[in-house]
RNA sequence: GCCACUGUGGCUCAAUGGUAGAGCAAUCGCUUCGUAAGCGAUGGGUUAUGGGUUCGAUUCCCAUCAGUGGCUCCA
């Protein structure tokens, strides 16, 4: 790697680029309208280009937004140069006395010690203007040397947004414009292409094309209906990773969808998440809720009898389908949904036992997620919050200790996030990144200090002492939902092997030879291949084209040829041709790539 | 939930203030073909839903529902 990729954004030619890009379209955007109209909040690089948040007396549209590249272009082409003035808090606020955003930005500066995103800095910064052509905004830069150094044909504007005034709901709804810029037309191609390529592979896209699920209007928002393939997936990933728990020394639990109201009561969840939990129904005039979680009845399954401390640590799982409403705005294909199937567990121990559990799970968690391919994950620890945390502190840090071991001990990197762990229990996490970069929690592990304090969990220990256990709980697909979403789009659609709804196509070429192409597959079926024929009267092209958009592992081409000498010709996705091959020896091969998962 | 945008046959999309059209898919027929789309015919839409304006709405307006991009939220 050159010192060259290594070279912080932030200090970055792009970087600087980007941030004049910001104040060129902020100044092309306050041109629009009269002076003391439009008000300007922040505009920062981002990652891949920049946005401004503005509060303008109406709405900006597509059209506008042309407009504004336009103008763009000019003030580039008129090579201004980007100048800096340090000033003092007064003559800053005299310089955006009609500016309410930039007055609260500089006198959280001056007074608060917060930078223009609201975070804390340790002192008092420097307050600076930087200007161009007829612009200045507050700004620390760095910028560009004068707005002729940035290419007008590498930028581009993107789309509109709301965003809320300093990241807080209760605040003004301002509008956000998005924007890309890069050093050359190229670069700026290339982005744009590695846009419309991620499109290609998102999961509401290939879960259309590839038939595997839909959502439906009557049915409701948020719920998933798996169609056929999608669900055969699905029931792969999942035999696969039940298969795991139970050689993992996990026990398997059921329990209902429904639970009454006292129970909810006495877990905290009425009191706590109850903005999250659907209406009650009555039944014979008692409450009974949807669950939104599963712990409140592993742990009665816990409570059930007496428990030794020969008896731990228990593991219960459960595929535990929960109900959890979600504001409209967020729901997004399988990635967050209303009803959803966690892959969960309740881990109950004594402390000796706790350390090692918390290794044993993170490294159960891994071995399942790269059982899926999947190696790059970003792997949060979130600790606890002084201000907000029940139980044992003692507990806690032990707990947090063990959690940090586990992730040192395995080499992830993660990120540590002080203090922002629930208040009953740290947690590690682990996101994935998805086809348009967003990331998405899957795996979780994390401590629970509450429930067993709420219900009163306890084991009797070697000296026939009542012991509270470590209670911990974990979901490491996370939503099977979600974790679908997230794997068709690491694989693009085209599952490996053993995961493929359809793992060989049989395409005669002329109706001749459907009988003999109708016999491989029926060879193949016995050997618990999933195959499919293609006796349609299309043309052999045609057929191979359909196999190749549905992602079909291997295509058996059948003819003259192959009928004659008892053989097929495969031909597989990556469009790479083998010699042909006796039916046993294919499916030989086949077979161990399906043990292999591959 | 908030801001903006979108909603036309299964899919992708076109068109218009005078009740809609293409390609793909489907069905049928012809073709029987050697590694990414053979040819033809046929059927399929009360233009998301409910109101309003208008002689007339799918087109304009309002509401609702759903989706998309963000923001907030995300035990």
Redesign the pocket.
Known sequence: MSSQQQEKYEESELYRIRHSAAHIMAQAVMEMFEPGEAQIAIGPPIEDGFYYDFDLPR?L??EDLVAIEKRMRQIIAGQHKFEKKAVSAEEAKAMFADQPYKIELIEGLETGGVDEYGEPLDEKPEISFYSHDAFTDLCRGPHVEHTGKINPSAIKLL??????WR???KRP?L??IYGTAWKNKDELEAHLGRLEEAKKRDH?RLG?ELDLFS?S?DV???LILWHPKGALVRHLAEEFCKDEHLANGYDFVYSPHIGRGQLWEKS??LK??QENMYSPLDIEGNEYYLKP?NCPFHIEIFKSRVRSYRDLPMRFAEWGTVYRY????????LM?VRGFTQDDAHLFCREDQMPEEIDRVLDFCLHLLRGFGMNEFKAYLSTRDPQKSAGDTQRWDDATEALRAALDRVGLDYEVDEGGA?F?GPKIDLKMIDA?G?EWQLSTIQFDFNLPERFELIYIGEDGERRQPYMIHRALLGSMERFMGVLIEHYGGAFPLWLAPVQAIVIP????HIPYAEEVAARMEAAGLRVEVDAR??????K??DA??QKIPF?L?V????VENNVV?P?LRS?E?LDALRVEDLIGRMQKDIEDRM
Not at 509 to 512: F, K, L, S, T, V
Not at 537 to 542: P, T
Not at 559 to 562: A, K, L, W
């Open positions: 709405p549209t597509p789309h509109i947004a709301g965003a809320y990241g807080d709901e709804m509008q956000r509401r259309k959502v209007p409701g928002s948020g905290g969840h706590w998440y979680m979600e504001r409209s705005g967020v729901l997004h294909g967050r629930a009953y348009l967003r070429i002329a109706d001749r009267g299309d043309r052999m092209n045609a191979i084209r190749q958009n295509m081409v003819g003259d040829h192959e010709a031909r469009e041709r």
